[in-house]
């Protein structure tokens, strides 16, 4: 059974699955991974005919998503898969559906660099889009981090990342003009470091 869900799903994103189950997702047919990596959230859809975009700041992980487009989707284009940073993607506006992003925002250099990569997500999704997210924040270890500034910390597990809090992620909901179509979710790894999943509707 485990091998079968593997090849079906992926090693996906536990919460991005949750909402595959949900059904959530089901009507969207552009999908975009926006810091897509080798392709591990994006097994699901090539298999089941939805038109697959990704982008990836590194050349062998962009080579490694068109190999596997290539041998689950070979209808795909390499072209679908290119090098480009979030806050400057090659998409015309309103483009996507299904806009992806896990754990990518916390490596923003400070706010304006998160800023834009969030307003670039918000450009490339369609009216009715929906904006899946993963992010390390502050919450439920606000006493742990410390701040380095520009809204960069230090947290318990050795590492500097870009943080949130609940409110930032309010904030921006409202003011892109957003949804939540799922409460914010926040798992905490052991007091070493917590993701939050921020899940928008385009409006």
Known sequence: MNTTLQQVFGNIDIYLFDQLLKG???LCRNVLDAGCGGGRNL????????EVYGIDLHEQAVREVQQLA????PQLPPT????????DMPFPDHTFDL???SAVLHFAQDEAHFDAMVRSLWRVLAPGGYLFARLASTIGIEDRVVSLGSGRYYLPDGSERYLVDEQTLLSYTEELG???FEPIKTT???NLRCMTTWCVRKI
Request: one cysteine or more; hydrophobic letters at 50%; glycine letters at 6%.
């Open 43 to 50: 097994v699901y859809f090539l298999q089941n005919g939805f």
């Open 70 to 73: 290539q041998l689950v989707a």
């Open 178 to 180: 957003g949804e939540l």
């Open 188 to 190: 905490n790894v052991q």
């Open 80 to 87: 679908h898969f290119q090098v480009a940073p979030v806050e």
């Open 24 to 26: 959530r997702f089901d």
């Open 99 to 101: 806009v992806i992003c």
